[in-house]
């Protein structure tokens, strides 16, 4: 006798604890994933699942992006020993992120810190709802307000979700490989590495090193910053009144002489010289330390 009790008493326990890992979620044909949302019902029509069951549910949605079966989904639930009935057999999930990424035809601008302000009721939809992004002024980078318009045919209705994010582009740059001093003598393209950076400010960035050398720092510069425009200043690399070797050319003939700089003068500037045999002003480039180009 006590035998079958204890039997049926196993049973019974089973049973209930079996009973008690079934439910069923009903959401919407399309779903619309966003990061911020907390309220996870918000993605559902109705369910009598645990929380627990819910996150996980949603926590598997996020992952994806297009049509998922509900039954691949029953699959990953069932790992975990929950039994799921869900309701649409096929829904839709689109991710805002995604949905604001394609709004973008140039594939180096990245989209960032997206936040919706604005409040919503839900997130599930019908088949013919349809997502429209605006926004002004986006060709532009930097903090930017967008609008998603969410149409629903069916029901013949129009909301909105208001939100901001930072755009920025992805663009080469010189990465200091070290922490460099403003005081230092000279700088070297040894000091830094090309890299893939994001900016909102690209016009900044120093695309080409080949003069650093005739370049300082006006400011320390950390190990795995970028280098920027007004991170330099050109030195003098001619100073005024000091023999400067010139060479002239004239088409294929190249002629080297001696002259005087009038003026100081930095690299690629056009300063005043004086020949040491005739006296005559010319005027040159500066190519490199005390030296000087003339064409004629």
């Known amino acids: 006798m006590k035998l079958t009790l204890l039997t049926i008493f196993i049973l019974t326990f089973s049973i209930n604890s079996n009973a008690s890992n079934k439910c069923t979620i009903s959401t919407s044909e399309k779903i619309l994933i966003i990061k911020q949302n907390n309220n996870l019902s918000k993605y559902l029509q109705n369910t009598n699942c645990s929380k627990s069951t819910i996150s996980k549910f949603v926590k ?40 604001l990424r394609k709004s973008f035809s140039d594939d180096s601008i990245v989209l960032k810190n997206i936040k919706i302000s604005s409040s919503f009721q839900k997130l599930n939809f019908n088949q013919e709802t349809s997502f429209q992004v605006e926004c002004n002024f986006c060709e532009n980078l930097g903090q930017k307000n967008f609008k998603i318009v969410i149409n629903n045919p069916i029901e013949n209705q129009k909301t909105q979700l208001w939100g901001y994010l930072d755009l920025y582009v992805q663009k080469l740059a010189y990465v200091a490989k070290k922490d460099l001093s403003f005081n230092q003598d000279s700088l070297s393209k040894s000091y830094f ?11 900044n960035l120093v695309i080409n090193i080949g003069n650093i050398k005739f370049y300082k720092l006006n400011k320390n510069i950390r190990k795995g910053t970028s280098l920027l425009k007004r991170d330099l200043f050109e030195q003098n690399i001619i100073r005024a009144f000091s023999p400067v070797k ?21 690299i690629g500037q056009f300063i005043k010289l004086r020949n040491t045999r005739n006296k005559k002003i010319l005027m040159g480039k500066v190519i490199d330390n005390n030296l000087v180009e003339i064409k004629l």
């Open 246 to 266: 010139v060479i002239i050319k004239s088409g294929e003939i190249n002629l080297q002489t001696m002259a005087q700089a009038l003026e100081s003068g930095t």
């Open 60 to 99: 598997i949605i996020s992952k994806a992006n297009g049509l998922i079966s509900s039954k691949v989904v029953r699959k990953q639930l069932s790992i975990d020993n929950i039994e799921v009935n869900i309701t649409p057999n096929r829904f839709k999930v689109y991710n805002l992120d995604q949905i």
């Open 193 to 203: 590495e090309k890299k893939s950076v994001l900016t909102q400010t690209p016009e």
